[in-house]
């Protein structure tokens, strides 16, 4: 660059919307010199929200999405609209409220929060296999409706010397690997980035998709959703899935098809399933899936803790505060091909900003 962002004046604006997040995103951002923070209203004043996005150069924006209106999402035609936008992050490691190739095709750079709530995520989806596996929802129903009956109608198996599928072998699956291990169970993977040689380094046996479906005995969904996870998990894939196995979800709503699904376990090919992510978000209280006993169900909230959204907050924000100190390449770039240019973008819309 030919002058360094440190010493460009004025104010650098981020904008973020009016959900919840960890105080630690607005003490960091807010208390930096040459920063400005402003919170919006998702509803009731989008004329104030528009002016604010208008002259942002950062939007941190939800990665759940529904949690945020849609005209809010990062659209093509919301990127129209905010000529300064130079960066936008995302809460989590998702980025369903982003189309990071519009993001791309304007110069944007599309930031993430990779890796922060890995052991939440990983530890809620061994807690479903636990969950699924030893029926401790429902015994805690029975007991609690003072219907218990006998100990043995409530069997059910041990997580040791069974075989775990992973489906995507990132920071959470990673993470699920060393904990179904600590279970002494056999961990196979499948991921289409990884060779057999990396995927043994993060604790895994590297296994085609169609062999892990074969052989798991739990399989566990740990991949990001895009146009090549969608649908993933359909009939097929369900039908070729061991008889008897559980499926266990803390990925993202739409990679499983809820009704192949719910088919596949009201047939009894299927033994259980842990769900955390759904179409939509909640599910209406009619879902078929609510209604069987062997489904244990939960409000997207693998990575929903005190502990990860304070280290994503921390990691958003110190991120952000760090790209409009220095301009240098984000350390979660979610669309590196885009850098050379929103470099350019960057240098030239904070001197702009500082007129």
């Known amino acids: 660059m030919s002058q360094s962002i440190t010493t460009i004046q004025g104010q650098r604006q981020v904008v973020r919307f009016d959900y919840?997040?960890?105080?630690?995103?607005?003490?960091?951002?807010?208390?930096?010199?040459?920063?400005?923070?402003?919170?919006?209203?998702?509803?009731?004043?989008?004329?104030?929200?528009?002016?604010r996005l208008s002259q942002a150069h950062v939007y941190q924006i939800t990665a759940a999405k529904d949690e945020l209106p849609r005209r809010w999402f990062v659209t093509a035609e919301l990127l129209a609209r905010c000529p300064n936008l130079i960066a936008v992050s995302?809460?989590?490691?998702?980025?369903?409220?982003?189309?990071?190739?519009?993001?791309?095709?304007?110069?944007v750079a599309v930031m993430n929060q990779a890796g922060g709530n890995a052991d939440s995520v990983a530890e809620m989806a061994v807690g479903l296999m636990l969950s699924v596996m030893r029926r401790i929802p429902e015994s805690d129903r029975r007991m609690k409706a003072h219907g218990t009956g006998s100990r043995e109608d409530l069997m059910g198996h041990e997580l040791r010397g069974r075989t775990l599928g992973l489906v995507g072998v990132g920071h959470a699956g990673?993470?699920?690997?060393?904990?179904?291990?600590?279970?002494?169970?056999?961990v196979i993977g499948y991921d289409p980035l990884l060779n057999s040689a990396e995927m043994a380094k993060r604790g895994a046996e590297f296994v085609s998709f169609g062999e892990l479906l074969r052989t798991a005995d739990v399989v566990s969904l740990h991949c990001p959703r895009n146009a090549s996870t969608l649908g993933m998990m359909n009939a097929d894939t369900f039908a070729t899935m061991r008889r008897g196995?559980?499926?266990?979800?803390?990925?993202?709503?739409?990679?499983?098809?809820?009704?192949?699904?719910?088919?596949a376990l009201s047939?009894?090919?299927?033994?259980?399933?842990?769900?955390?992510?759904?179409?939509?978000?909640?599910?209406?209280?009619?879902?078929p899936l609510l209604t069987l006993e062997n489904v244990v169900a939960t409000f997207h909230t693998a990575g929903v803790t005190h502990d990860a959204r304070r280290r994503n907050a921390t990691l958003a924000a110190t991120q952000i505060v760090e790209l409009l100190a220095t301009g240098e390449k984000p350390e979660r770039l979610v669309n590196p091909e885009v850098w050379p240019r929103a470099r350019q973008r960057i240098e030239a819309a904070l001197l702009a900003a500082a007129d």
């Open 174 to 186: 990673s993470r699920a690997a060393a904990l179904g291990r600590a279970f002494g169970m056999r």
């Open 90 to 107: 995302s809460s989590g490691s998702g980025c369903d409220t982003i189309d990071i190739d519009a993001c791309t095709a304007a110069g």
């Open 245 to 263: 196995s559980i499926f266990v979800s803390t990925a993202r709503g739409g990679i499983h098809d809820e009704q192949a699904l719910y088919a």
């Open 20 to 51: 919840w997040l960890d105080p630690a995103f607005n003490r960091i951002v807010g208390e930096r010199p040459g920063i400005s923070l402003h919170t919006c209203q998702r509803e009731g004043a989008d004329d104030e929200a528009w002016a």
């Open 267 to 287: 047939s009894g090919h299927l033994a259980g399933a842990g769900l955390d992510v759904w179409d939509q978000e909640p599910p209406p209280p009619s879902h």
